[in-house]
């Protein structure tokens, strides 16, 4: 059974950081690409930032240069780095197995002075 668990979200000002992590199970993690969404109020779901097995990334403009999503296969982890973050940024966070129906249930990241 595929199961994606996201932690480490939370309450934060402007400007400071946050790791997200996402723990994957039931898949063999190393072939998949990878995929951070969020949503925030009002809003639809959008990419936040990819990963693929090779490691090639990509990111949305609005986080570009701010942040960093990297993966370890031998844990079965995605991670999202976030960093300066913005009142913008607040929204659920998702894991993905990115062009498949798996997600996880999502962290909330609250950014707020």
């Known amino acids: 059974q595929v199961q994606l668990v996201e932690s480490g979200g939370g309450l934060v000002q402007p400007g400071e950081s946050l790791r997200l992590t996402c723990a994957a199970s039931?898949?063999?993690?190393?072939?998949?690409?990878m995929g951070w969404f969020r949503q925030g109020p009002g809003k639809q779901r959008e990419l936040v930032a990819r990963i693929t097995s090779s490691d090639i990334t990509a990111y949305a403009d609005a986080v570009k240069g701010r942040f960093t999503i990297s993966r370890d296969n031998a844990k079965k982890v995605v991670y999202l780095q976030m960093n300066n973050l913005k009142p913008e940024d607040t929204a659920v966070y998702y894991c993905n197995i990115v062009g498949t129906a798996y997600w996880g249930k999502g962290t909330l990241v609250t950014v707020s002075s």
């Open positions: 039931g898949i063999i993690f190393g072939i998949y690409t």
